[in-house]
């Protein structure tokens, strides 16, 4: 617990946090839970982000300016994806991802 | 000391609850879940000396995204989904697929074991400033217009004359 922090802590962090957010993303039924598993992948590739600007170039901020863009990318996928959940449930009257087979022929 | 305290602390709290979104049968709770999990990348942020991201963290993610989520889950929601499975049955290759990928992740973050933050953490606001309107200025204007893309997608997508 008293070794110093390197940075394969906060990878080792932001790696959990992405298998956690892959585990999600693969098996909920609900879409919902699907685009809030996306999220913590963003979280975790923004993490790490993070994390090398501090320890591997302390003096820069690019990889905070890089994690910035990634969290307006996230902003506008979450909310084009949930205005697309409620076009879909106003159609299907159903939240699960297997019950979306509009396409299938 | 206090270092790892807190490292400790925000990393159990951050996927101590990621895990409950993920696995918690209740969406309106694990929606809860996801904002206290963004709460804690925000402060993991925090202690890595990155003060904006920090802010925006808690501005864009915290009070925006999982507010929105919660609503969106509310408008949805079913009283019978509770008693519903929320995991489908293919969880076990979804275990796998996450085994695969620990494994090539930890022999990654194993290689960077030795490499320790120099000197204090200083706060970047005003360089983030500088870089956004000098070099990154093309990319910083293209994001406002990806946002105004998603703006007028939202709005497109949730007409109810379009959704016939």
């Known amino acids: 617990m008293n070794a110093p922090l390197t940075l394969a802590h906060y990878m080792t962090v932001a790696g959990l946090l992405f298998l956690i957010g892959i585990f999600g993303a693969l098996t909920r039924r609900n879409i919902i839970g699907i685009l809030m598993s996306i999220e913590l992948m963003f979280n975790a590739a923004n993490i790490n982000l993070a994390a090398f600007d501090r320890f591997l170039h302390p003096d820069g901020v690019t990889g905070q300016a890089l994690a910035l863009f990634v969290m307006t990318v996230a902003a506008a996928e979450i909310v084009v994806g949930l205005a697309l959940l409620l076009a879909i449930y106003r159609g299907t009257d159903t939240v699960y991802a297997e019950d979306f087979n509009l396409l299938k022929g | ?164």
């Open chain 2, 1 to 164: 000391m206090l270092d790892q305290a807190v490292f400790y602390s925000l990393t159990i709290l951050t996927l101590a609850s990621a895990l409950a979104v993920v696995l918690h049968r209740n969406t309106v709770h694990s929606s809860l879940f996801l904002g206290l999990s963004l709460a804690g990348v925000a402060g993991l942020y925090a202690s890595l000396g990155a003060d904006f991201l920090f802010g925006a963290q808690i501005m864009v993610y915290v009070s925006g995204i999982a507010v929105l989520v919660i609503f969106v889950v509310m408008l949805l929601g079913r009283a019978s989904d509770l008693h519903l499975r929320q995991v489908n049955e293919r969880w076990m290759a979804a275990l796998l697929v996450c085994f695969v990928a620990a494994v090539g992740l930890f022999k990654v973050a194993r290689l960077q074991s030795n490499i320790v933050a120099t000197g204090a953490a200083h706060p970047g606001t005003h360089d983030i400033g500088r870089l956004f309107l000098g070099e990154w200025l093309l990319p910083f204007e293209l994001t406002s217009l990806i946002l105004l893309a998603a703006l007028l997608g939202a709005v497109f997508f949730t007409r109810t004359e379009n959704a016939q």
